[in-house]
């Protein structure tokens, strides 16, 4: 009995990791049927699969990317809205253009000047819109102004503009599928440069331009991959963090206690700690013209069950020991960064140092952990890259806290979730961090219940917490302490407004 229910939580979770392959290759099928004539009504302001959402920096404005995946029209659309802030605000879009299906992910320049979205499928593009003074969105015409990117889905889009250039920005997008139940993700992260003048340029994407597997390596032919970027612009660098390995014996590598106590040493062609690793590029020197492998190196992530470094003076039966190891597999994460962030964290999380990328492990617990110490990672990239070394592992540079911990709710004790996105929230009087956490593994068919979380307690078990009123809940995106998520099985809006110390419903909206 116990063997069949396990056979049906496998399956369920091979369903949600297939979902989108399914998705595409459906629309795949459908153009090729299509013979060049459209037979479809077009999106028009409707919502249909609002699979993306994002705010505008400063105004009470948001956007909704329609991935159209019902079927029902040909075209996806982008739509910006005005954040409702009551039951009676209006539901219409204030302008609703026309896209390509499979809209996946957007990214807002941080001065508000454009967005970047994300369309997904066997052929990706990015697509570049101007904002105007109000936050509206219309679409550019310049050519330059797209690229391609390779099949998959795109998972996210990040765009900074660089420190001392009025025109350029950098643009770090994933391709793969993080949320995935598989070992291994795949796909890359790009990166790439934007100027208004020069277009999209992409510069590199990891792994591909630093690493081909091969059977004549002493580790055998193993794969490594990437994901959940941040960007710290403060500091210049991009960081993405592991996604884990296939045909790689990870019992060859050192042990993160060995690492933590100094007893390793570099290189050593028995073991690879690019699999345990962030990979770090310096974004200044990469968009100054310089090649990637002058420009890229690695640092180790280790942390225990919860949250904390381990003790190197303790062996390994001391408790911060005993599960203290090297974290190789991330979902998501969000850059706490003081060039670009709202607000400087509050609260119960005032006592993280800043700058700090904030992390998901992917995997049963989905605990949420934030790294400190970028600012030494960046100075010792820089200095060891100087000395002329190639892809140089750093040393122990992060010190880890723990955010939020399933282990401390007991109504997530048995369910398995996902972390798609984490943003930060502002009250004016508390600035702290709020993600939404969807069951996973309950079916692919949009029934899935979700719930929103906020860092408001120093005790992880008296956090907020609070279910989300629709099913299916695919995106999520802050406005100050607005809070909006988005369900693509019941095609509506829902919106929640924070207030410290709860979040209040403001209303259910659709066009």
Same mark, same amino acid.
């Given at each position: 009995?116990?063997?069949?229910?396990?056979?049906?939580?496998?399956?369920?979770?091979?369903?949600?990791?297939?979902?989108?392959?399914?998705?595409?290759?459906?629309?795949?099928?459908?153009?090729?049927?299509?013979?060049?004539?459209?037979?479809?009504?077009?999106?028009?302001?409707?919502?249909?699969?609002?699979?993306?959402?994002?705010?505008?920096?400063?105004? %009470?404005?948001?956007?909704?990317?329609?991935?159209?995946?019902?079927? +029902?029209?040909?075209?996806?659309?982008?739509?910006?809205?005005?954040?409702?802030? %009551?039951? %009676?605000?209006?539901?219409?879009?204030?302008?609703?253009?026309?896209?390509?299906?499979?809209?996946?992910?957007?990214?807002?320049?941080?001065?508000?000047?454009?967005?970047?979205?994300?369309?997904?499928?066997?052929?990706?593009?990015?697509?570049?819109? &101007?904002?105007?003074?109000?936050?509206?969105?219309?679409?550019?015409?310049?050519?330059?102004?797209?690229?391609?990117?390779?099949?998959?889905?795109?998972?996210?889009?990040?765009?900074?503009?660089?420190?001392?250039?009025?025109?350029?920005?950098?643009?770090?997008?994933?391709?793969?599928?993080?949320?995935?139940?598989?070992?291994?993700?795949?796909?890359?992260?790009?990166?790439?440069?934007?100027?208004?003048?020069?277009?999209?340029?992409?510069?590199?994407? /990891?792994?591909?331009?630093?690493?081909?597997?091969?059977?004549?390596?002493?580790?055998?032919?193993?794969?490594?991959?990437?994901?959940?970027?941040?960007?710290?612009?403060?500091?210049?660098?991009?960081?993405? !963090?592991? =996604?884990?390995?296939?045909?790689?014996?990870?019992?060859?590598?050192?042990?993160?206690?060995?690492?933590?106590?100094?007893?390793?040493?570099?290189?050593?062609?028995?073991?690879?700690? $690019?699999?345990?690793?962030?990979?770090?590029?310096?974004?200044?020197? /990469?968009?100054?013209?310089?090649?990637?492998? =002058?420009?890229?190196?690695?640092?180790?992530?280790?942390?225990?069950?919860?949250?904390?470094?381990?003790?190197?003076?303790?062996?390994?039966?001391? +408790?911060?020991?005993?599960?203290?190891?090297?974290?190789?597999?991330?979902?998501?994460?969000?850059?706490?960064?003081?060039?670009?962030?709202?607000?400087?964290?509050?609260?119960?999380?005032?006592?993280?140092?800043?700058?700090?990328?904030?992390?998901?492990?992917?995997?049963?617990?989905?605990?949420?952990?934030?790294?400190?110490?970028?600012?030494?990672?960046?100075?010792?990239?820089?200095?060891?890259?100087?000395? &002329?070394?190639?892809?140089?592992?750093?040393?122990?540079?992060?010190?880890?806290?723990?955010?939020?911990?399933?282990?401390?709710?007991?109504?997530?004790?048995? $369910?398995?979730?996902?972390?798609?996105?984490?943003?930060?929230?502002?009250?004016?009087?508390?600035?702290?961090?709020?993600?939404?956490?969807?069951?996973?593994? $309950?079916?692919?068919?949009? $029934? +899935?219940?979700?719930?929103?979380?906020?860092?408001?307690?120093? &005790?992880?078990?008296?956090?907020?917490?609070?279910?989300?009123?629709?099913?299916?809940?695919?995106?999520?995106?802050?406005?100050?302490?607005?809070?909006?998520?988005? %369900? !693509?099985?019941? &095609?509506?809006?829902?919106?929640?407004?924070?207030?410290?110390?709860?979040?209040?419903?403001?209303?259910?909206?659709?066009?």
């Amino acid at each position: 009995m116990k063997s069949a229910s396990v056979s049906r939580l496998q399956f369920k979770r091979s369903k949600r990791s297939t979902l989108w392959l399914a998705f595409i290759t459906g629309f795949s099928l459908f153009a090729l049927g299509s013979c060049g004539k459209s037979e479809r009504p077009d999106i028009g302001e409707r919502l249909d699969t609002p699979s993306a959402l994002a705010s505008h920096p400063t105004l %009470s404005v948001y956007y909704v990317l329609n991935a159209s995946m019902s079927g +029902e029209f040909e075209t996806g659309s982008l739509q910006s809205y005005s954040v409702p802030t %009551s039951a %009676s605000s209006s539901s219409n879009p204030r302008v609703t253009l026309q896209t390509p299906r499979l809209g996946t992910a957007i990214g807002v320049a941080r001065g508000g000047e454009f967005l970047i979205a994300g369309f997904s499928g066997t052929q990706g593009q990015l697509k570049v819109f &101007n904002l105007d003074a109000g936050g509206n969105p219309s679409s550019s015409d310049k050519p330059q102004d797209a690229a391609n990117v390779p099949s998959g889905r795109i998972g996210s889009i990040l765009v900074n503009a660089v420190e001392g250039q009025t025109d350029t920005w950098t643009v770090v997008v994933s391709v793969g599928d993080p949320l995935s139940s598989e070992n291994i993700a795949g796909g890359d992260v790009l990166l790439f440069k934007y100027s208004r003048a020069g277009g999209l340029v992409k510069l590199a994407s /990891l792994p591909t331009d630093f690493y081909s597997p091969s059977r004549e390596n002493p580790l055998g032919a193993y794969l490594l991959s990437w994901g959940t970027p941040v960007v710290f612009p403060s500091l210049g660098i991009a960081v993405a !963090f592991p =996604q884990g390995t296939v045909n790689y014996r990870s019992d060859r590598n050192p042990t993160a206690l060995d690492w933590l106590k100094g007893n390793v040493t570099l290189p050593n062609v028995a073991f690879d700690l $690019r699999t345990v690793s962030a990979a770090v590029v310096d974004l200044n020197a /990469l968009v100054a013209g310089k090649g990637l492998l =002058q420009t890229l190196g690695f640092v180790p992530v280790a942390f225990n069950l919860n949250g904390q470094k381990g003790d190197a003076a303790a062996d390994l039966t001391a +408790e911060a020991n005993l599960t203290y190891s090297f974290q190789q597999k991330y979902q998501s994460a969000v850059a706490i960064d003081p060039q670009t962030s709202p607000c400087q964290l509050s609260g119960p999380l005032s006592g993280i140092a800043q700058p700090a990328a904030v992390v998901v492990k992917k995997g049963s617990d989905s605990n949420i952990v934030s790294l400190s110490g970028w600012d030494q990672v960046a100075t010792q990239l820089r200095a060891r890259l100087a000395g &002329n070394e190639i892809q140089p592992i750093l040393g122990d540079l992060l010190s880890p806290t723990a955010v939020s911990l399933n282990s401390s709710f007991a109504n997530l004790k048995d $369910r398995r979730t996902v972390v798609p996105s984490i943003h930060v929230v502002n009250t004016g009087s508390l600035c702290t961090l709020s993600w939404l956490r969807v069951e996973e593994g $309950r079916s692919s068919l949009g $029934r +899935e219940q979700s719930l929103i979380q906020a860092a408001t307690d120093g &005790n992880i078990a008296s956090q907020l917490t609070r279910d989300l009123d629709l099913t299916g809940t695919s995106a999520f995106t802050v406005n100050g302490n607005y809070v909006l998520t988005s %369900s !693509f099985s019941n &095609n509506k809006i829902q919106v929640l407004r924070f207030n410290g110390a709860a979040l209040d419903n403001v209303g259910v909206f659709s066009p």
